[in-house]
């Protein structure tokens, strides 16, 4: 079953390149992973991306390298290169992974967040609700996707920024394969505290929010 769950080490940045083609290159294909276009399990081929996106095969294979580094891509020499399908214990360890990255994010931006970046809190929310309300498992997880990673780009660590990079995408792909929901209302709960938390730079409520996450649990079988 599909399952919208929260927000994945890598030793260098993956968008760090030489070529701006590479870096075009692994945004749109992330962007179609995280959109759902690309879903978990599917095969990727490197001729027909790149006659997509009209370049050479070398930029695109260097793209999807950076991928697999991260985890979002999986191949096998001369047989396949596909999109992760991550399992639920390797989402579960990915979690308990971000749970430690996050408060650390946490503690560093609530005291000073930018007041003009809650609106794109409430507004990732607002987005969350509406498929909570459709039982959209895609719009939920991307709107989660996309509201931690509002929170976490206000972070001025680069090492931590890119400690994050690799156990979110492991989360958002494993979200989509759990064998059952998740509690997404204690999701939604976390998200109103976090915004309260940003809005008003209380630390208290922020630790309240990761508290609601951290009891959640990811289904194994």
Request: aromatic share 4%; net charge negative.
């Amino acid at each position: 079953m599909s399952d919208p769950t929260v927000p994945a080490v890598t030793g260098t940045d993956p968008r760090i390149s030489s070529s701006p083609v590479v870096t075009k290159v692994f945004d749109d294909i992330l962007a179609a992973v995280n959109r759902g276009d690309l879903l978990p399990g599917q095969r990727i081929s490197d001729a027909e991306l790149a006659q997509r996106f009209g370049v050479s095969r070398t930029p695109v294979r260097e793209a999807l390298q950076k991928l697999r580094d991260i985890g979002v891509v999986e191949a096998s020499a001369s047989r396949f290169t596909r999109v992760a399908d991550v399992t639920p214990q390797q989402t579960l360890e990915a979690y308990i992974v971000w749970q430690a990255l996050f408060d650390v994010v946490l503690e560093e931006v609530v005291p000073r967040f930018a007041p003009a970046e809650v609106e794109s809190l409430r507004a990732a929310h607002e987005d969350f609700v509406a498929g909570l309300a459709a039982r959209s498992a895609q719009q939920m997880a991307t709107a989660n996707f996309l509201f931690v990673q509002h929170i976490a780009e206000q972070s001025h660590n680069a090492v931590l920024q890119r400690s994050l990079v690799s156990v979110v995408h492991i989360i958002r792909l494993g979200s989509l394969h759990l064998p059952e929901y998740v509690d997404v209302e204690s999701i939604s709960r976390a998200q109103q505290l976090l915004i309260t938390a940003c809005a008003e730079r209380d630390p208290d409520v922020a630790r309240e929010a990761m508290g609601v996450l951290r009891s959640i649990r990811i289904p194994q079988r």
